[in-house]
């Protein structure tokens, strides 16, 4: 009854957006609400196995869970194993289509950050909304693939369609060596042209945004040395400034002179002493001193961030050249360990956010914007976008991510997954 109350002009501007899809797309639209419990059954299926990086046979099971998934949808199936890397390993399904059109890669991760100890294990429902371990980041993300994939296979668009799905065993703790770990992924960024990623969709004050940029992640540490003696003779020609002075004068000089937009440098840990050490794994310092004693050793470790790879050597070349530059009595070494590259924003990462965009008019959805990417962590798409345009944050919106009572909008999924499916049905379709 309520239809007929709204004015004529009303029903006029509701229906043309929707005009716009083919019937191919509108059936996978129908497709995806059709099957909206069977891919909640999943997510669920998936939220409830701990794969937690460090469960490494819990990380293999959801490989396990997934094969059938992609098998039934005509995909080869094979998971990577590497054991050098102390990880699972990467679950990787190819799609061969007819050769023509675009070749897309489909990038998520089936760890979490919540490992089996954790007492946030289950997945609860309430109403449109959905709480649990990974649900958001980054099992959302896999279900919202495999219910545009079902759908595109449903419609028809599937069959012509080049697809490689590469979900990563180990995003929240990286296995080392890294470019062993990635080795397999950054090789299936050069065989794509695009690559699409999903994890969560960025929405603020109820806007939804499209991820074409994502910064670097990337540490330093930075030691310095002093010549030790009695503190009454600091500053003095004979004993110097100390370690601890040496230090400081680094790290304020880096504040003062090197803050710029997207680029960040924070300290995240600091010591100094007579003596002063760092762990192996970088992240537990201890010292010892007293107040009349000056400080032979700091030390001080953080990571990096940028945009653009032309922006992170800037910042390590005037970094390295601040603490060249000592005083008294003191040295400094300063070393960096690469470990994200940045996504910047290319011209083809903002192409696909304009098809994405011509989906949503399709859909009757708002445009969105471009997410400013220093509100956005370090992800695996960066490790492709060199080789391919590449779009990130395709997977469902949520929030709470890497804490108790992580949680996803439930709608998000179908809504994301027929973004996702109309994308790729189209690009199927074009040359390379």
Request: without cysteine.
């Amino acid at each position: 009854m309520l239809r007929t109350l709204l004015p004529a002009f009303a029903l006029l501007a509701a229906t043309p957006a929707a005009a716009q899809l083919s019937k191919q797309e509108a059936a996978i639209t129908a497709a995806i609400d059709k099957e909206n419990d069977r891919t909640l059954t999943l997510l669920e299926r998936m939220v409830n196995q701990n794969s937690g990086t460090l469960n490494l046979a819990g990380v293999r099971t959801m490989g396990e869970m997934l094969r059938p998934e992609f098998e039934a949808l005509g995909f080869k199936v094979d998971w990577i194993e590497l054991p050098e890397t102390k990880r699972a390993g990467h679950f990787v399904a190819t799609h061969k289509g007819n050769g023509r059109g675009k070749r897309m890669l489909l990038i998520a991760h089936v760890d979490t950050v919540f490992e089996a100890s954790s007492p946030f294990q289950k997945f609860v429902r309430e109403g449109d909304k959905a709480v649990g371990p990974g649900v958001v980041d980054d099992k959302g993300g896999i279900a919202v693939i495999v219910a545009a994939l079902r759908a595109m296979q449903a419609a028809g668009t599937l069959k012509n369609a080049d697809i490689m799905v590469m979900f990563t065993g180990d995003e929240e703790k990286t296995g080392d060596p890294i470019p062993v770990a990635r080795r397999d992924l950054i090789e299936a960024g050069k065989w794509a042209d695009v690559a699409l990623e999903f994890e969560n969709l960025a929405k603020e004050d109820g806007k939804e945004f499209g991820t074409v940029a994502r910064r670097s992640a990337n540490n330093w540490t930075l030691t310095a040395t002093g010549k030790t003696g009695h503190g009454g003779s600091v500053f003095t020609p004979s004993l110097g400034y100390g370690a601890i002075y040496e230090i400081t004068r680094i790290l304020n000089a880096w504040r003062s002179e090197l803050i710029e937009e997207n680029l960040t440098f924070n300290v995240g840990v600091i010591a100094g002493g007579t003596p002063a050490s760092i762990d192996a794994d970088g992240v537990k310092v201890e010292a010892a001193g007293k107040t009349n004693v000056i400080p032979a050793q700091a030390i001080a470790r953080g990571d990096l961030r940028s945009l653009t790879p032309e922006q992170d050597a800037a910042a390590r070349a005037k970094m390295l050249a601040i603490a060249a530059q000592h005083l008294p009595g003191t040295s400094a070494t300063l070393t960096f360990q690469d470990n994200t590259p940045p996504m910047a924003p290319t011209d083809g990462n903002r192409a696909l956010l304009t098809r994405i965009n011509a989906i949503n008019r399709d859909l009757g959805l708002p445009e969105m914007a471009e997410f400013p990417p220093a509100k956005r962590g370090a992800a695996d798409s960066s490790f492709v976008a060199a080789y391919a345009d590449t779009l990130a944050g395709m997977g469902p919106v949520g929030g709470t991510l890497h804490a108790e009572g992580e949680w996803l909008e439930v709608p998000s999924i179908a809504l994301q997954a027929k973004r996702a499916a109309i994308l790729m049905s189209r690009l199927a379709r074009e040359k390379r």
